[in-house]
């Protein structure tokens, strides 16, 4: 038996346990030893059924992605392992084989699942076919067998969405057969033993209840298109079930391997695959070795219970962490409570969680206006206005409270963290946690790493971003830090961009099309005229005297065009916020130009999107070369999960390796003689076209 699954005799019950840490995924000699197992047991006269389980924590989690991302390589061109004579073996089985899930069942694991003939789960347990997320559809035969057990319209809802089922939801679906309350493991043993000698039914040869196959396939393919635009798994994936509900088994499994296959060389599965892993990677952080021990983050302190301070303060509830919030205003605090007790209505309205929830959840946060509780706060999250002086004031008072382990963080967009943290008598407790907003809601936060912060207060950073749900990646101190300093000279080229000839709404639609969650004009009115006004001229002092700066921006600001907060930035906004191209601001833009003497012209959609992302590209190149990001991959989370870049390109810096290094050192080039100085390759971009390298190889971590 291979040291993956090993074979135990419960009387007349066998128990094949897998045990492939962390997640039990379908590894190389994990299929093989489950095979050999039910071979064993078949021959086996003692043995009248047979469960299959995972060890640890969870059932079998999918196939193995790294395999996976072999098969997806250029050159790959396989549609991953194949498990098909497994799956029969196991339904073939003329003894019972019941499927005991606890965690996760999730992709191959539900696969496997689905040829067992019976399932029973923990309460908790999970099971999904979440393979769009990868940007490939289920390989083993998932889209063939799960409408087979729970019907068409709910196989399509399961596949498409990616999303997976709770045991209870399973229950009703048919997914599975029992939930266990209790020890699992006897308990499906106990099942097992009851079905012992009783008739079963294979998936496969079960009928597919379907109903009205055309209206269930147009609806999961609209489905495909609203949630997940421009990807193909989604609606490849409605076609494979479509396969289940009109072909017989046998060429509905083959064609599913033929989908699968030409999904896995996509670079959309490439793309996600790369995002898979890199999210998971930024937790290793080349300087902070694994066994580095974080403090523990029992509770939390926030000063300012303004948008962000009152959004970080409902992550920490959230995550079950009690939080003093702290403002200096009553006013200010009753603001800041009220918002978050509206959204936290707004979502028992709309059944996200119940009144209890919230309840539970508004208790965990203790408004007040002084210092009480913060000397046994663990941590303590500074988010009052953008204002050195306000900060440091507020760090040395902080500093003669908090206990000597609790660890200090600033939520700084912009500001410096060593200047921050100069202001203590404890640099190496300060760190940079930069939320994004609404903060309770947006996965990315930003470690800001100061020149002192120690390897333990990193490793808290990250932990505590990993407990409230987030996706943590550490950088370095620079102005904008890495997210925010590519999206300063990315707004600057779509406004230049818009001098220059194109709309704002040409230019947002380009960029949506491309697949940016938004247009960046759309986002600037969101943020705040005024936000990147204010950051703009702080940065004055920066700006290299002669070099082009974009004009129409600063005339919006003085003519109270905020945004929309103030129904007009440059759309204009009904009551419902929704956003109108406004003849005005197209009035000005040219007006603008014309004054300045800039040659209006026609730019076609694609120059938009060249000059919009391969700028956000160049930047990141800058911040690679100077240390301030660990990796190309960090990048990518950070614009991911902070930013709406599609994550079927991958993120910046993998889309610019997919596009070609050179490819696009080139255009910058040629932008530099067209589209004005700012256009100066990074010298890390001009190395790795001229070697032919990629952002991926040239900066993985550790290089
Ligand atoms: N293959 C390879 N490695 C995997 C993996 C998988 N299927 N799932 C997780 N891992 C690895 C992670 O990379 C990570 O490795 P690291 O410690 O070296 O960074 C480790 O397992 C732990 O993962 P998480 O940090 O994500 O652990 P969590 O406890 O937070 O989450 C999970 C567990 C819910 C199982 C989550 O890991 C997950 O969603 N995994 C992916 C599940 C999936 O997509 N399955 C389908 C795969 S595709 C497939 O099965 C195709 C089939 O149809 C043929
Ligand atoms: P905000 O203006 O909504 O809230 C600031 C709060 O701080 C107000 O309630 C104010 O009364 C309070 N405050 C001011 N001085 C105080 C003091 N001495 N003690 C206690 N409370 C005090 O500001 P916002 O937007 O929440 O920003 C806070 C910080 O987060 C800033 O540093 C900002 O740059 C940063 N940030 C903001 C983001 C955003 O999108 N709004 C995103 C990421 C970071």
């Not at 147009?218 to 079930?241: F, H, I």
């Amino acid at each position: 038996m291979s040291q993956l699954v090993s074979l135990t005799r419960h009387n007349n019950v066998a128990v094949v346990t897998i045990d492939n840490p962390p997640v039990n995924a379908l590894s190389p000699g994990v299929p093989e030893g489950i095979g050999e197992a039910i071979r064993s047991v078949a021959q086996d006269a003692a043995i009248q059924a047979v469960v299959i389980i995972g060890g640890g924590k969870t059932f079998i989690a999918g196939a193995d992605i790294k395999e996976l991302e072999k098969a997806a390589a250029p050159g790959g061109g396989s549609a991953g392992p194949d498990i098909h004579a497994l799956l029969q073996q196991m339904e073939d089985c003329p003894k019972p084989v019941v499927m005991a899930m606890h965690g996760t069942a999730l992709g191959g694991g539900l696969e496997v699942a689905m040829a067992g003939h019976f399932r029973v789960a923990s309460p908790s347990a999970q099971m999904g076919q979440p393979e769009v997320n990868l940007g490939i559809i289920p390989g083993a035969e998932g889209t063939q067998r799960l409408p087979r057990l729970v019907g068409l319209a709910a196989a399509v809802d399961m596949c498409v969405s990616g999303k997976p089922v709770k045991a209870p939801e399973a229950l009703s679906l048919g997914l599975i057969d029992k939930i266990i309350e209790g020890d699992l493991l006897s308990g499906a043993v106990e099942f097992a033993r009851e079905k012992a000698g009783r008739p079963m039914v294979k998936t496969r040869e079960r009928p597919v209840a379907a109903g009205d196959i055309a209206a269930i396939l147009a609806s999961g393919r609209a489905q495909a298109n609203k949630t997940r635009r421009n990807q193909t798994a989604p609606s490849k994936v409605v076609d494979a079930l479509e396969a289940a509900a009109t072909l017989p088994y046998e060429e509905g499994w083959k064609k599913e391997r033929e989908i699968m296959k030409e999904c896995l060389a996509s670079d959309q599965a490439r793309a996600l695959i790369h995002a898979f892993f890199a999210e998971r990677a930024v937790s290793k952080v080349a300087d902070i070795p694994p066994e580095t021990r974080p403090y523990e983050i029992r509770k939390v302190a926030i000063i300012g219970a303004g948008t962000m301070g009152g959004g970080i303060a409902m992550a920490c509830a959230n995550a079950g962490i009690p939080v003093v919030l702290k403002d200096s205003e009553q006013a200010g605090l009753d603001r800041g409570i009220a918002a978050v007790r509206r959204n936290y209505e707004s979502s028992v309205k709309r059944g996200r969680f119940s009144q209890d929830v919230m309840d539970h959840r508004m208790a965990l946060i203790h408004p007040q206006l002084g210092y009480d509780g913060f000397d046994d706060a663990d941590l303590i999250v500074e988010a009052v206005f953008e204002n050195m002086a306000l900060k440091r004031e507020i760090f040395a008072a902080i500093d003669k409270i908090a206990k000597p382990d609790c660890v200090l963080a600033t939520n700084t967009s912009t500001l410096d963290i060593d200047e921050i943290a100069a202001s203590t008598s404890r640099p190496q407790m300060v760190t940079g946690l930069h939320f994004f907003s609404p903060a309770h809601v947006m996965r990315l936060v930003e470690i800001v790493r100061g020149k002192a912060s120690s390897k333990e207060v990193l490793a808290t950073a990250l932990a505590i971003a990993k407990k409230l749900g987030k996706v943590g990646v550490v950088v370095g101190n620079c102005r904008g830090f890495v997210g925010n300093r590519m999206m300063i000279p990315y707004m600057r080229e779509a406004q230049l961009l818009a001098e220059d000839g194109a709309t704002p709404w040409q230019i947002d639609k380009a960029l949506y099309d491309f697949g940016m969650a938004m247009g960046i004009f759309a986002v600037d009115d969101m943020g705040g005229i005024d936000v990147l006004y204010r950051v703009r001229q702080e940065a004055k002092h920066l700006e290299k005297p002669g070099r082009r700066q974009p004009l129409v921006h600063d005339k919006l600001y003085h003519m109270g065009r905020l945004g929309q907060k103030t129904g007009a930035g440059w759309y204009k906004y009904d009551e419902n916020r929704q956003a109108t191209p406004d003849p005005e601001v197209e009035a000005l833009i040219e007006n603008t130009a014309r004054e300045a003497g800039i040659k209006r012209r026609a730019i076609s959609d694609d120059e938009i999107v060249e000059r919009c992302i391969y700028t956000l590209i160049n930047e990141g190149a800058r911040i690679l070369q100077e240390g301030y990001a660990q990796r190309a991959a960090d990048i990518d989370v950070i614009y991911l999960t902070g930013y709406g870049f599609p994550a079927y390109r991958g993120g910046p810096m993998w889309y610019a390796d997919t596009i070609g290094l050179k490819k696009i050192y080139d255009r910058i080039c040629e932008f530099r003689h067209t589209a004005g100085e700012w256009w100066e390759p990074a010298p890390l971009l001009k190395k790795l076209a001229e070697q032919g390298g990629t952002f991926a190889a040239g900066t993985a971590a550790g290089a």
